[in-house]
């Protein structure tokens, strides 16, 4: 009995298969066309240019301790960067200025804003022996950055 269901399912299967093939909906078909022009062109962010610690000065101060009857002096580095604005004109938010020493490790001194190209600051007078760098990094409104400039170590 269950030959006989068997093939009469498959007779139904085939005979919808056919009729479904014949009888056909409406067909529609589509002419309307629109051009359209897509930019592909690649976004490059422009580093800094001609990174500098010229005006970079050391001082020392004196000072006399009455208790013990000694002279003591303190050197403090003056601190100057600059550089020539990155050339990019869209979407610079500013620069990161990180401190970068000779074993490698940074320390991050300041984020300022697209219209600074320099920066001043006192530290202690040790940093100048210690052959400091500071890396320049252009920052964008859409997270890109640039490739860092890096100045030469920063000395009295």
Same mark, same amino acid.
């Given at each position: 009995?269950?030959?006989?269901?068997?093939?009469?399912?498959?007779?139904?299967?085939?005979?919808?298969?056919?009729?479904?093939?014949?009888?056909?909906?409406?067909?529609?078909?589509?002419?309307?066309?629109?051009?359209?022009?897509?930019?592909?062109?690649?976004?490059?962010?422009?580093?800094?240019?001609?990174?500098?610690?010229?005006?970079?000065?050391?001082?020392?101060?004196?000072y006399?301790?009455?208790?013990?009857?000694n002279?003591?002096?303190?050197?403090?580095?003056?601190?100057?960067?600059?550089?020539?604005?990155?050339?990019?004109?869209?979407?610079?938010?500013?620069? %990161?200025?990180?401190?970068?020493?000779?074993? +490698?490790?940074?320390?991050?001194?300041?984020?300022?804003?697209? +219209?600074?190209?320099?920066?001043?600051?006192?530290?202690? +007078?040790?940093?100048?022996? %210690?052959?400091?760098?500071?890396?320049i990094?252009?920052?964008?409104?859409? +997270?890109?950055?640039?490739?860092?400039?890096?100045?030469?170590?920063?000395?009295?």
């Amino acid at each position: 009995m269950t030959g006989i269901r068997r093939g009469l399912l498959l007779l139904t299967v085939a005979v919808a298969t056919v009729l479904g093939l014949t009888i056909s909906p409406a067909q529609a078909a589509f002419t309307a066309r629109a051009a359209t022009t897509v930019d592909a062109s690649t976004l490059t962010v422009a580093p800094v240019t001609n990174p500098s610690t010229a005006g970079t000065r050391c001082s020392t101060s004196y000072y006399y301790d009455r208790w013990s009857g000694n002279v003591y002096g303190t050197r403090t580095l003056h601190a100057r960067v600059s550089w020539n604005a990155s050339t990019t004109t869209r979407g610079v938010t500013g620069y %990161q200025l990180t401190a970068v020493f000779r074993d +490698g490790s940074t320390y991050p001194l300041a984020t300022v804003g697209p +219209g600074t190209t320099s920066l001043t600051q006192d530290v202690d +007078g040790s940093y100048a022996d %210690q052959g400091v760098r500071v890396r320049i990094t252009t920052l964008t409104s859409y +997270g890109w950055t640039s490739t860092p400039a890096q100045t030469g170590p920063v000395t009295c």
